[in-house]
């Protein structure tokens, strides 16, 4: 029980983020990847806890192309920049 309300309370903690970066940068979509982000349902709980925010401030969750590997292929990518 106390393992799930951790879980509920850190989706609702990335819908408020999720907010917030609509609301400064106005992102179109927000990518979630890693093991966390792509555990099983995690999207889904973020995807409903969104859904409480006000309309203007909800965008689309989706998984990563990259899956697990999203953070090192995008580490990688901006080193190569950078």
Do not use: F, M
Request: proline residues 2%; glycine residues 8%.
């Amino acid at each position: 029980l106390q393992a799930k309300t951790i879980i509920e309370n850190s989706a609702n903690t990335i819908a408020n983020l999720v907010a917030d970066i609509k609301a400064t940068i106005d992102a179109d979509c927000v990518v979630l990847g890693g093991s966390i982000g792509l555990a099983n349902g995690y999207i889904e709980l973020v995807q409903t806890a969104i859904r409480q925010q006000p309309e203007a401030l909800q965008v689309p969750i989706l998984a990563a192309h990259y899956h697990h590997d999203a953070g090192l292929w995008g580490a990688a990518l901006w080193a190569r920049v950078n």
